[in-house]
């Protein structure tokens, strides 16, 4: 089980899928990941990709974000996903979309969704930013300031720039790295907590 590390939520487990299926962001990298993204959390709109269980939706929920739609293709995480909300008594200010992101992404573009902070978090062998940053611009998706959290593995380097959007920071977390995205020609790095 996962902890909510701060806000409303805070000190509270959320279930997770036991299998390998799964991979959830630890406590000691969300922890991290917040402090340095805490200045674009307030109110936001977020959307968490490969949402899995929900950790990192769901911790953004609890720091402030007014609606978070999460997206979970796997049938069982999407369950959990959904039970952790309903335990949380947050169905108010989530959507859950149970499919693939490729899918979804067009589908919030049709309805003209744009997001504060979106969550890439894929299964780690996926080679899947080439076609997902693309489609994330052409559908509008990020908003004027608007940031992408990518987590990856390490050893898997991030270009600096995919389509439309420049990485302005990237941390390693032994064999996690997360790197951070905006469009080109916007100052999000002023914004960065260190």
């Known amino acids: 089980m996962l902890r909510i590390i701060s806000g409303k939520y805070r000190g509270r487990y959320i279930k997770t899928l036991s299998e390998n299926n799964t991979r ?4 000691r990298i969300k922890e991290s ?12 709109s977020v959307l968490d990709l490969f949402s899995g269980s929900g950790s990192l939706g769901l911790e953004a929920l609890s720091r402030g974000s007014n609606k978070v739609v ?5 049938r069982r995480a999407f369950e959990i996903l959904r039970k952790n909300c309903l335990m949380l008594d947050c169905m108010d200010s989530v959507e859950l979309l149970n499919t693939d992101a ?3 992404i067009p589908y919030l573009g049709k309805s003209h969704k744009q997001f504060d902070i979106i969550f890439i978090d894929p299964p780690y062998d996926s080679k899947i930013d080439q076609d997902i940053f693309p489609l994330i611009e052409e559908n509008k998706l ?16 991030k270009a600096e720039k995919i389509g439309a959007f420049v990485q302005y920071d990237n941390r390693n ?3 996690t790295s997360i790197s951070f995205y905006r469009k080109e020609g916007e100052n999000a790095k002023s914004s960065l907590s260190r």
Do not use: C, R, W
């Open 24 to 27: 959830p962001t630890t406590n």
């Open 142 to 157: 990020v908003s004027k300031d608007g940031i992408i959290v990518y987590e990856h593995m390490t050893a898997s380097t």
């Open 70 to 74: 999460f997206v979970e293709k796997n």
């Open 173 to 175: 977390y032994g064999y």
């Open 102 to 104: 490729l899918k979804a």
């Open 33 to 44: 990941l917040f402090n340095i993204i805490q200045n674009h959390i307030a109110a936001s």
